[in-house]
C-alpha cells in the first residue's frame, strides 16, 4: 500500500509540474473585493485557473468567486471565498467526494488532520496526510464550459447567449488493486459574470466488473455555521444562507425548487467540537446526494455521472436580490429558459376547431397553439392515420406561421399490474405520488418515451405539454426492463425522464412540464395555482392572478412560469367565471391578458377560440401589439412594489440595465374608486444613478432625480378598477 501511494504521489508531481507551467500566475491584487455589482453591471474578468506564486496551490476565479485547491499530498478545497462581500465559507476540509461502492465507503481526495474545526489556516495543510483508503489526485485538466442542453430555438427568446467561463476537472485513482481500473474525475464548471460553481463527478469503470454504486456524494463542504446556538436540534437552526444549492434532480409538484429537492443534506459534525453546540448539533456540514439512489449497477465501459450542484454564493438576506441572482443563474444555466412564445390552450373536438383557432391566431399575433387536456389529440396513437391527420394539421399551422403543440398525461392513470409502480410494501400497484402510476422503467414506460419522441419526429409539433412527469416514485418491481428493483428505480427513472426532456428540447421543441425539470431542458412551470379557484368570479380571480404573479416571480423568471385564464367553464363555477361571451366581457378580458402579457408571464388562454366578434378581435390584436413593442423589458426581471390586496393599489417593475429602456412599472387599482397615489420606485437595478426620464404610457417623459436610496417619486392617477403603466429610461 505505503509503495502504491508513493508512486501515484510521484506521478502526480510530475504531471502537475509539467501543467502548472502554463498557468497564469497568481497575484495578491486579484484578491480584492470587487467594487462592481454583478447584478447591475456585468464583469470584464473572465474565469480561469491560477496557479499560486508557491506552486502549491491551483485558484479557480472569476472575480466574484475564489475556491483555492491544495494539491498536495492530495487535493483540498482551503479557501471557498465570496469576492463581493469577502465571506470566508469554509470552516473545515472535507473530501472531494464520497462515493460507496459494493457498501464500503471511500474518500475521494481530502486530507486528514485538521483538528480545529471552526476555522481554517492554510498553513495547517502542509502537516497533513492522505488517507490510505482514499482515491488519490493524479492530475488535472481544463477546458471551456460547453453548453449542458444543446438548446435548439423555435420560438421567441431575448438576446440569449450560452453560457461561457473554465471547467477545471480533478482526476482520481485509487491505491487498492481491486478498485484500479475505477477512474474517478471531479468537475468544477466556474462561469463568467456570476458567483457560480457547478460541480458534478464521473466514475468511468474500466475494468470487467460489475461495480454497485451505493451512494455517489458529489460535494461535502464543512461550512461555516450561520448562528451560534447552545442548545436546538439542526432542524431547529438556520442553515448556511451565503450558499444557495440547486441540483438537476428535483420532484414534487410543488412548483418551487426548494420543495422540489432532493439532494441537499446538512448534517451535524461532531469532530466540531469547539462548536457552541453542547450536543453537537449545528448543521454545517452540506452534503448532495440523491438518498433513494442505493444500488445503481456501473458495468463495463460504463460512466456514471452524479447529479450537478450548482452553488451560488450570496451576498444579502434581501429576498428581491437573492431572487435576482437565482433568476440570473437561470438565464446563465439553462437559456433556453428565456424562450416564451404566445400561445394559447384549445380545447378542440375536431380538426375544422384546430384549423379555426391556427386562423386566430395568425390574425392576432400569437405564435402559438397548443391542444389542451379534453381534445381530440392522442400523442401514444402511432398508426399511419393518426400520424398523418397531425403532420397536415402541423403544415397548416406552420404555412401560417404558427407553432403547434399538445397535451400528454403520463403519472396519474393506471396501466396494469405488470407496467405500474409496485409498492415495496404490498408486492402491489399503488402506494405512487399519485396513488396509482406506470413506471417509467416498465415495457409502456419506455414505449411511452420512444412513442413521444417518433410523434415528435413525425409530423413536426413545436411544443409538449407533458402532464404528470415522473415525480419520484420508487418501484418494487424487478421484471421491468428499465431498473433493476427497488434501490436503482427512481434513480433509473429519472435519467429517462430527463433524457426525453434534454432530447425534445435539442429538437426544437418547448416543453411545459409540472415539475423542476429546467436544468435538464424543460422551459416552463406552473406560476403557482389552485385549479378551483378559476370557479371564482372574474373579480377575484384578477387579484388572485396578480398575487400569484407576484408570488411566483421571486425566484422564477417571468418566462419560467405560466398562469391560466379560463375563457369557458373550468372545475365548476358558472357564469360569472368564465370569459365567454368574450363579446360581453371585454373589459375583464383586456385586463387579464394586460396582467399576464406585461408581467411577461404567458398564460393558457383555454377555450375554443380568441375572439367572437371584430371588437373582441381588436381588443386581443391591440394588447399582443403593446406586449410586443415592450416585449423586451417585459421579459425582464421583476421588482416587486406591492402585493395585491384587494384594498389599494398594487404592482410590480420590470427593470434591465442592459436595455435602452430601463425599467417599466404597472399599477392596478382593484377599487370602485379612481384614486392618486405618490409611489417611491425602487430603481437601483435600472442601472441608474442620478437622473432618470420617466413617461406616463406614450406621453411626454419627465425628468426624475434619484434620492440617495435610488427611488425616484413618482405620482400615479389609476381609474377604478383599472390599470396604469409608465415606461422608464436614461435621462
Given amino acids: 500500500m505505503t509503495r502504491i501511494l508513493s508512486l501515484l504521489f510521484f506521478t502526480v508531481c510530475i504531471n502537475v509540474a509539467a501543467q502548472q507551467n502554463s498557468l497564469p500566475q497568481w497575484s495578491d491584487q486579484l484578491n480584492e473585493y470587487t467594487n462592481n455589482d454583478w447584478l447591475v453591471k456585468p464583469l470584464t474578468i473572465k474565469a480561469d485557473v491560477y496557479q499560486s506564486t508557491d506552486k502549491k496551490d491551483l485558484v479557480l476565479y472569476n472575480g466574484l468567486v475564489k475556491r483555492v485547491f491544495r494539491i498536495s499530498p492530495n487535493i483540498a478545497c482551503i479557501d471557498y471565498t465570496n469576492m463581493t462581500n469577502g465571506q470566508q465559507l469554509l470552516r473545515a476540509i472535507n473530501p472531494e467526494a464520497q462515493i460507496t461502492i459494493d457498501n464500503k465507503r471511500y474518500d475521494v481526495g481530502g486530507v486528514k488532520g485538521q483538528e480545529e474545526k471552526a476555522y481554517l489556516l492554510p498553513q495547517w495543510v502542509t502537516n497533513y496526510e492522505t488517507g490510505k483508503n482514499d482515491f488519490v489526485f493524479t492530475d488535472y485538466s481544463i477546458s471551456a464550459i460547453i453548453p449542458f442542453v444543446n438548446w435548439k430555438a423555435k420560438t421567441w427568446y431575448p438576446n440569449t447567449k450560452n453560457p461561457t467561463g473554465k471547467v477545471l476537472t480533478f482526476h482520481f485513482k485509487s491505491p487498492l488493486s481491486e478498485l484500479q481500473d475505477l477512474l474517478i474525475n471531479v468537475h468544477y464548471e466556474l462561469y463568467d459574470g456570476i458567483p457560480l460553481i457547478v460541480k458534478w463527478v464521473s466514475i468511468e469503470n474500466k475494468s470487467n466488473q460489475v461495480f454497485i454504486l451505493n451512494r455517489v456524494v458529489n460535494e461535502l463542504l464543512g461550512l461555516v455555521e450561520e448562528e451560534s446556538a447552545v442548545v436546538g436540534s439542526p432542524e431547529q437552526m438556520k442553515k448556511q444562507h451565503g450558499i444557495y444549492v440547486e441540483t438537476n434532480y428535483a420532484f414534487n409538484n410543488a412548483m418551487r425548487y426548494d420543495i422540489s429537492d432532493q439532494t441537499t443534506h446538512w448534517n451535524i459534525d461532531s469532530t466540531y467540537t469547539s462548536q457552541v453546540n453542547y450536543n453537537y448539533q449545528t448543521p454545517c456540514v452540506l452534503a448532495v446526494y440523491p438518498e433513494k439512489a442505493k444500488a445503481l449497477e456501473l458495468k463495463p465501459g460504463e460512466i456514471f455521472k452524479s447529479v450537478r450542484t450548482h452553488e451560488l454564493l450570496m451576498d444579502s438576506y434581501d429576498r428581491e436580490r437573492r431572487g435576482l441572482a437565482i433568476r440570473k443563474m437561470y438565464r446563465t444555466v439553462a437559456p433556453w429558459t428565456t424562450q416564451n412564445p404566445i400561445f394559447m390552450h384549445l380545447v378542440s373536438k375536431n380538426d375544422e376547431e384546430v384549423k379555426t383557432a391556427i386562423d ?372
Fill in 360 to 731: 386566430q391566431c395568425a390574425a392576432t399575433g400569437y405564435e402559438a397553439m397548443i391542444l389542451s387536456f379534453g381534445s381530440h389529440l392522442n400523442m401514444e396513437d402511432n398508426t399511419p392515420e393518426n400520424i398523418k391527420r397531425w403532420t397536415s394539421l402541423a403544415k397548416y399551422a406552420h404555412d401560417k406561421g404558427i407553432l403547434i403543440g399538445g397535451y400528454s398525461l403520463f403519472s396519474s392513470r393506471r396501466i396494469s399490474d405488470e407496467d405500474d409502480v409496485i409498492d415495496a410494501r404490498t408486492g402491489k400497484p399503488g402506494g405512487a405520488f399519485f396513488g396509482n402510476a406506470p413506471c417509467f422503467g416498465s415495457k409502456w414506460g419506455l414505449a411511452y418515451r420512444d412513442k413521444i419522441k417518433s410523434f415528435y419526429k413525425q409530423t413536426g409539433f413545436d411544443i409538449w405539454e407533458n402532464d404528470g412527469p415522473y415525480p419520484g416514485d420508487v418501484c418494487a418491481s424487478t421484471k421491468h426492463p428499465g431498473h433493476a428493483g427497488l434501490d436503482d428505480s427512481q434513480w433509473r427513472q429519472m435519467e429517462i425522464q430527463k433524457e426525453l426532456y434534454r432530447w425534445l428540447n435539442e429538437y426544437g421543441v418547448y416543453i411545459n412540464a409540472p415539475d423542476w425539470y429546467f436544468l435538464d431542458g424543460t422551459h416552463k412551470i406552473a406560476i403557482g395555482y389552485r385549479e378551483v379557484n378559476f370557479s371564482l368570479s372574474r373579480e377575484q380571480q384578477k387579484i388572485l392572478n396578480r398575487q400569484n404573479i407576484y408570488d411566483g416571480t421571486f425566484e422564477k423568471t417571468p418566462s419560467m412560469g405560466w398562469g391560466f385564464v379560463p375563457l369557458t367553464k373550468y372545475q365548476g363555477g358558472g357564469p360569472e367565471a368564465v370569459l365567454e361571451p368574450l363579446k360581453e366581457h371585454l373589459t375583464d378580458y383586456e385586463q387579464l391578458m394586460v396582467q399576464y402579457y406585461g408581467a411577461g408571464v404567458q398564460a393558457c388562454y383555454r377555450g375554443p377560440r380568441l375572439y367572437d366578434t371584430d371588437a373582441t378581435k381588436q381588443i386581443v390584436i391591440n394588447t399582443i401589439s403593446w406586449y410586443k413593442q415592450y416585449r423586451e423589458i417585459l421579459n425582464s426581471d421583476i421588482i416587486h412594489l406591492r402585493r395585491a390586496d384587494g384594498r389599494d393599489w398594487d404592482g410590480i417593475m420590470h427593470v434591465n440595465p442592459m436595455l435602452k429602456q430601463k425599467g417599466f412599472a404597472l399599477f392596478y387599482n382593484p377599487t370602485n374608486e379612481n384614486i392618486t397615489r405618490k409611489i417611491k420606485l425602487p430603481l437601483y437595478y435600472t442601472g441608474l444613478t442620478n437622473k432618470v426620464s420617466i413617461a406616463e404610457k406614450d406621453g411626454t417623459a419627465k425628468e426624475y432625480s434619484l434620492n440617495r436610496n435610488y427611488e425616484a417619486e413618482v405620482t400615479i392617477n389609476i381609474d377604478a378598477n383599472s390599470y396604469n403603466w409608465v415606461l422608464i429610461a436614461n435621462d
